[in-house]
């Protein structure tokens, strides 16, 4: 006999709406297919320095919303956080195990260089770290965290 995992209700948080230096810390609880065929990654939230604005909006450019006004979302220890997927957060995340504590940094925009398939076009910067206890081990669940060691 085989299980699936139910979850409680994710939170989506657009990439434009993160202003730089804004985190998560949580546990990386699993991943999803969304309708683009991109991986996105759900973290467990345990502490947020977002700077939450209710009056903070973007209008998407394409999609089922296109040209509605999107409203920022609040971002609360416990809730689970579903990360859109981003070729920088994936290549790192591709090195996160299942339960363990990360802290997904957001760190801005630039700009893929001549000779890129999309050569001039924005993308989103962000870095992933996992918690280590003071032996260099990553910590899972509610273990001691010592640091965070940069992917």
Known sequence: ??????????????????????????????????????????????????DFDSEHHYIPTRGKNQGKKMFDKELKEGETISLNHSGSLAYKMDQVNKGEIVKIVYTGQDVLPDGHQYAGSEFHTIEVLVAEDGEGNPVEDNGEIDSFSQL
């Open 1 to 50: 006999m085989g299980f699936r995992e139910i979850g409680g209700r994710k939170i989506f948080r657009n990439w434009s709406l993160w202003k730089v230096d804004e985190y998560i810390i949580g546990k990386f609880v699993g991943t999803s297919v969304d309708n683009f065929g991109k991986t996105n990654y759900h973290i467990e939230i345990q502490e947020t320095n977002q």
